[in-house]
């Protein structure tokens, strides 16, 4: 099988199923990102969308659909394996033959943590029928380890719009509103997955010097951007015309060089964000809480304050509360302390 590679990534061009077992070891792999063929007649979409294929490189390989449920349960039996226990996996598909992907991750340990809508810029024109302007990505996890998940690398839990609201939510809500990308002029692969949407779930999914597959690279989207985030990167792809051409541009990346572009967030340094409360912990808030409770200050103050005492957020501090039958008992600022006793 072919190889391209470029310090500690290595690629091959060849079918994923076969090249996965002879050449990625079981729980190898941190994070698995792929787009596989979508079983829709790929290789004639140019139909539908009326592009011009001037600068699409030839060779794309779609799956019969008649043969799509078998190619599925395939490649995802091998990413199974591949993934280590905490593994994450990301698939992107359309809803064509969604259900041949779905019925092959229920033949496996993999369990579902999101079913997030990545909805576009553009759809197929219609006129009988609603325009389709969006794919699934199906997020799953390989279980037995600690599954990455960076909960602040791209917005901060404390920081907020104009309006108030919170921005980290916002961006791990699941529907994600990201546009394609046009590359007029370049060669591309038929389907290229846009940087932004790739650069998302690379940074919440992993770390620097992870390893992060693509079963089916295409135009070598995944790779480019992971070994851009410094993250290693592998991977398969069918195609000798695709790979040929895009695996030379692997050889000039910068590992890296994304990094630089990225937002800083505003990250939390509380003391205490996350760990667990002890008894002792859950005594003195309660006593905290009485005392100001007795001062006639409003809940939101209270919490503050509380919040900067046990180094805590907002959202630790209410749960507690409700859980130890205080939060919601207070009925107006003239509150007293015995109604807590």
Not at 47 to 68: L, M, T, W
Not at 84 to 91: E, F, H, T
Request: proline fraction near 4%.
């Amino acid at each position: 099988m072919k190889q391209a590679s470029l310090q500690n990534n290595i690629f091959y061009n060849g079918d994923c199923v076969t090249g996965a077992r002879e050449y990625l070891p079981d729980n190898s792999v941190d994070l698995l990102i792929t787009d596989p063929p979508y079983g829709i007649k790929g290789d004639q979409l140019h139909k539908h969308y009326n592009r011009n294929e001037e600068f699409v490189i030839g060779g794309y390989v779609e799956i019969p659909q008649k043969e799509y449920a078998d190619f599925s349960t395939a490649w995802i039996k091998e990413a199974e394996r591949v993934l280590r226990p905490g593994g994450s996996l990301y698939i992107v598909s359309g809803y064509t033959n969604l259900v041949d992907i779905l019925n092959a991750l229920r033949t496996t340990c993999l369990r579902e943590i999101n079913h997030v809508i990545w909805k576009y810029n553009f759809g197929v024109f219609t006129r009988q029928k609603y325009v389709s302007s969006h794919y699934h990505i199906l997020f799953y996890e390989k279980p037995g380890g600690v599954r990455t998940f960076n909960l602040e690398c791209r917005y901060g839990l404390d920081e907020k719009t104009e309006e108030g609201k919170s921005l980290n939510n916002f961006d791990r809500e699941d529907v994600w509103m990201i546009n394609r990308e046009y590359k007029p002029g370049q060669a591309k692969n038929k389907n290229e997955l846009p940087t932004k949407l790739l650069i998302k779930m690379i940074q919440y999914s992993s770390n620097e010097g992870d390893l992060v597959c693509d079963f089916f690279l295409g135009g070598f989207s995944t790779a480019n951007v992971a070994i851009g985030l410094n993250r290693r990167a592998t991977g398969f792809e069918i195609s000798r015309q695709m790979f040929d051409a895009k695996s030379k541009e692997i050889e000039t990346l910068n590992p890296g060089g994304l990094i630089s572009d990225l937002r800083n967030p505003t990250v939390s340094t509380l003391e205490n964000f996350g760990t667990p409360w002890t008894d002792e912990e859950i005594q003195r808030l309660k006593e905290g809480f009485l005392q100001l409770a007795d001062k006639g200050m409003t809940k939101a103050k209270m919490v503050a304050q509380l919040g900067e005492a046990h180094g805590r957020g907002r959202f630790a501090i209410v749960n507690a509360l409700k859980k130890i039958n205080c939060y919601n008992r207070i009925k107006s600022p003239s509150t007293t302390l015995d109604k807590f006793s």
